[in-house]
T-cell receptor
């Protein structure tokens, strides 16, 4: 069975703070893919990153960075110097033969 | 063009109505998906089409009927819906030959209200 856990239901920060969104997954598959999506108030899901199970390199894209650790089955997402436009619901998802989204973390960045 | 479009944006229907949701993509993707998302919940997969053929039906009630007329279009026909079917309906597409393990690109959704 595959499962994705995002334990943080809601996070509120003040602009320019750094924030980390946690994602823990469970799978018996050796090959799988992990994703992060952003869902702003407009409703559209925006793809942020894909990582496959064989690639544990961390990635940085501008203010966004991702820390993938197979040893702890975690795929955490950090936003550096947060901005109001980062306010959204963020979903972690796991895919192999099935696609499972975590429950989502609602991030509010206050000015 | 990396867009998935969905129409209408909003739909209000009665329980006896018949309506359709439409989704279109022009990225050459050969897998298309319908998801249902209730408020404050993650998206739930409903249907998957791969190469215009239905490959996954996640035990969705027959009052929802998907159709894939060609590789760019995906419809969801609605009939005799219940108020609990009110939700955001999201369409997505992904690259060919990868099916569900490739990143999916989502449309803006249709917000459906059933009265």
């Amino acid at each position: 069975a595959q499962k994705v856990t995002q334990a943080q239901t809601e996070i509120s920060v003040v602009e320019k703070e750094d924030v980390t969104l946690d994602c823990v997954y469970e799978t018996r598959d050796t090959t799988y893919y992990l994703f992060w999506y952003k869902q702003p108030p407009s409703g559209e899901l925006v793809f942020l990153i894909r990582r496959n199970s064989f690639d544990e390199q961390n990635e940085i894209s501008g203010r966004y960075s991702w820390n993938f650790q197979k040893s702890t089955s975690s795929f955490n997402f950090t936003i550096t110097a947060s901005q109001v436009v980062d306010s959204a619901v963020y979903f972690c998802a796991l895919i192999y033969n099935d696609m499972r989204f975590g429950a989502g973390t609602r991030l509010t960045v206050k000015p | 063009d990396t867009e998935v479009t969905q129409t209408p944006k909003h739909l209000v229907m009665g329980m006896t109505n018949k309506k359709s949701l439409k989704c279109e993509q022009h990225m050459g993707h050969r897998a298309m998906y319908w998801y249902k998302q209730k408020a404050k919940k993650p998206p739930e997969l409903m249907f998957v089409y791969s190469y215009e053929k239905l490959s996954i039906n996640e035990s969705v009630p027959s009052r929802f009927s998907p159709e894939c007329p060609n590789s760019s279009l995906l419809n969801l026909h609605l009939h005799a819906l219940q108020p609990e079917d009110s939700a955001l309906y999201l369409c997505a597409s992904s690259q060919p030959l990868g099916g569900r393990h490739n990143e999916q690109f989502f449309g803006p959704g249709t917000r459906l209200t059933v009265l």
